[in-house]
């Protein structure tokens, strides 16, 4: 049985469970918000399917939900935040007026986060940025969990790549894909309702091409999407992810010893540009001049449009959540 839940509700709901397991409220409002925005706009893998493993990894202490980041001035248009093995989205909080400022003054700016844990999407972290007028640029890698092309074991997350530009009178354009065939979220949730995936997803702890996602899961590997395309840019998230922020790669980090735990320990970069430097007509104009290409060559939806429906039907009507889910983030706040 189905139900719906006001926004507001459920991040009063999701902020009460980060609280309970033992992160301060600035962390827990942040986390709240940031889980919340993705169950409201549909992006299912990243939203409440992901609190268990939030507060498992809280639990076994292998992430401190009380760690206060650093935040380093480094050079005119550069800053880094040592996350302080807390979370990046409270990091990229702290050094976001940071970086906004050093974009505004200089035309572009890099945040380099590191020794931070993510398990969200990431498209929150940079489509606010792009509502104040900011092209943004986020890579964030992952756990090893894909291989590379031509490869024979995982070395690769997720490992996705996220962009977003604002225009003028309406919603920002907004992107974010992972660098896997699919996002491991994705798969975890098909191995729970039963659903194949598709071919080339992913292989068996075997190597061997399986659409079974339990098979996967259970020792195999995700890979990446285009082939050699795909494995190409999941590298350079990796060297834009942990090599230039000072963050794990993808399969460095040891977290056998804390059971449970599910968020990667590796690092964020964001690169933010002001689009009024450029040069010629203003850079909104010259978006909708492709947009309109696109619409007219056929194109009827554009990155981001089905996720802005979403949003407006949940804003009005409520965010759907089955009697069971909402009863287990009930107890969540308490047990």
């Known amino acids: 049985m189905s139900t719906t839940i006001a926004y507001a509700e459920l991040v009063e709901l999701l902020e009460k469970i980060f609280l309970h397991h033992g992160t301060d409220k600035v962390v827990a409002s942040i986390l709240a918000e940031n889980c919340a925005m993705c169950e409201r706009d549909g992006a299912y893998s990243h939203g409440i399917f992901r609190m268990r493993g939030y507060v498992d990894s809280l639990g076994t202490g292998?992430?401190?939900?009380?760690?206060?980041?650093?935040?380093?001035?480094?050079?005119?248009?550069?800053?880094?935040?040592?996350?302080?093995?807390?979370?990046?989205?409270?990091?990229?909080?702290?050094?976001?007026?940071?970086?906004?400022?050093?974009?505004?003054?200089?035309?572009?700016?890099?945040?380099?986060?590191?020794?931070?844990?993510?398990?969200?999407?990431?498209?929150?972290?940079?489509?606010?940025?792009?509502?104040?007028?900011?092209?943004?640029?986020?890579?964030?890698?992952?756990?090893?969990?894909?291989?590379?092309?031509?490869?024979?074991?995982?070395?690769?997350?997720?490992?996705?790549?996220?962009?977003?530009?604002?225009?003028?009178?309406?919603?920002?354009?907004?992107?974010d894909l992972a660098t896997s065939a699919m996002a491991n979220g994705d798969v975890q949730i098909a191995a729970r309702k039963g659903h194949a995936l598709s071919p080339d997803s992913g292989v068996d702890k075997d190597g061997k091409p399986t659409d079974d996602p339990q098979a996967v899961l259970d020792g195999g590997a995700l890979l990446t999407f285009g082939g050699h395309k795909g494995s190409s840019i999941s590298m350079m998230v990796e060297l834009l992810g942990a090599a230039l922020t000072g963050g794990h790669f993808s399969f460095e980090f040891d977290w056998?010893?804390?059971?449970?735990?599910?968020?990667?320990?590796?690092?964020?970069?964001?690169?933010?540009?002001?689009?009024?430097?450029?040069?010629?007509?203003?850079?909104?104009?010259?978006?909708?001049?492709?947009?309109?290409?696109?619409?007219?060559?056929?194109?009827?939806r554009l990155p981001g449009q089905r996720r802005a429906e979403i949003r407006a039907q949940t804003t009005q009507n409520g965010i759907p959540i089955t009697a069971e889910d909402l009863a287990s983030l009930r107890t969540l706040a308490i047990a």
């Open 62 to 175: 292998w992430v401190d939900g009380r760690a206060i980041p650093e935040v380093e001035d480094i050079a005119p248009s550069f800053c880094r935040v040592d996350a302080s093995n807390g979370f990046a989205q409270v990091a990229l909080a702290r050094a976001r007026d940071l970086a906004v400022s050093k974009c505004r003054q200089t035309g572009v700016s890099v945040l380099a986060i590191r020794n931070s844990h993510h398990l969200s999407a990431l498209w929150p972290d940079i489509e606010p940025l792009a509502r104040e007028g900011l092209i943004a640029i986020s890579a964030v890698n992952s756990f090893a969990c894909t291989v590379p092309f031509d490869g024979k074991s995982p070395v690769f997350g997720t490992n996705p790549f996220a962009f977003a530009a604002p225009l003028d009178g309406g919603d920002p354009i907004v992107f």
């Open 256 to 300: 056998s010893g804390h059971k449970g735990a599910q968020t990667p320990h590796t690092g964020q970069l964001i690169i933010l540009i002001d689009p009024s430097r450029a040069a010629g007509e203003p850079f909104d104009r010259r978006a909708h001049t492709l947009i309109a290409a696109m619409q007219d060559a056929g194109v009827s």
